[in-house]
């Protein structure tokens, strides 16, 4: 079973709107954390936001916050007023077993939804 | 500001040469991580590393090599370039557990 899911492939949205991007994970751990990257079509990848498994409120980073809903396994991010600036890959990310030493510290990636600001 | 460095950003080969992708942050992070990632694709861990002299492979099989001889130091190697490797390779470090990764700028790899 794959441990992240991003079912949109691709997302438009027009400039000054909000969009959520869907994220789902699957994990057995009761400590995790959840992160999400932006990468431009220059390839590098921009860290976004993280919620960890036991933080109780959202995260929050700017425009951007992540709406984390436990019992369900997903953690949607949210970008609000859109910027043409946005237009990216976004990749939602999880690294099981938090603390842990030896294999638990991998950030395993779903694959990505492409997302469009459009004017 | 993360300070990690990727060095080619991009690389043109034949097939069959010897190469090496360079990789170094200066921010002490003792865990180092390289993903290979296709275009558009997901990235898929294949080699990782907890500190000096420390190894191990990712999840995705490569014929890639590393090694971890000093803290800010990560190279990738593969000893015989084939067309199959070409990819996009990205870099990353980090100090904590529930510290993002920070990644480099990348290595597109392209072996003809």
């Known amino acids: 079973a794959q441990k992240i899911t991003q079912t949109q492939p691709g997302m438009f949205v027009q400039e000054k709107e909000a969009v959520t991007l869907d994220c789902t994970y699957d994990t057995s751990d009761q400590s995790y954390g959840l992160f999400w990257y932006k990468q431009p079509s220059s390839g590098e990848m921009i860290f976004l936001i993280y919620?960890?498994?036991?933080?109780?409120q959202n995260a929050t980073e700017g425009r951007y916050s992540l709406n984390f809903q436990k019992a369900r396994k997903s953690a949607n991010l949210v970008i609000s007023a859109s910027q043409l600036g946005d237009s990216a890959m976004y990749f939602c990310a999880m690294r099981e077993g938090l603390g842990v030493t030896g294999g638990g510290n991998k950030l395993t990636f779903g694959t990505g939804t492409q997302l469009k600001v459009e004017l | 500001e993360a300070d990690i460095y990727q060095t080619p950003r991009y690389l043109v080969i034949g097939t069959g040469k010897k190469i090496t992708l360079e990789c170094s942050q200066t921010m002490g992070h003792d865990k180092m991580y390289w993903y290979q990632q296709d275009p558009g694709m997901e990235l898929h861990l294949i080699h990782y590393?907890?500190?000096?002299?420390?190894?191990e492979k990712g999840d995705l099989s490569s014929e890639s090599t590393v090694s971890r001889i000093r803290t800010e130091h990560f190279p990738l190697t593969l000893e015989s370039a084939r067309p199959s490797h070409t990819s996009q390779y990205l870099c990353?470090?980090?100090?904590?557990?529930?510290?993002?990764?920070?990644f480099g700028n990348g290595t597109r790899l392209t072996v003809t």
């Open positions: 919620q960890g498994s036991y933080d109780e």
């Open positions: 990353a470090s980090t100090r904590q557990y529930n510290s993002p990764l920070h």
């Open positions: 590393s907890y500190g000096v002299n420390s190894t």
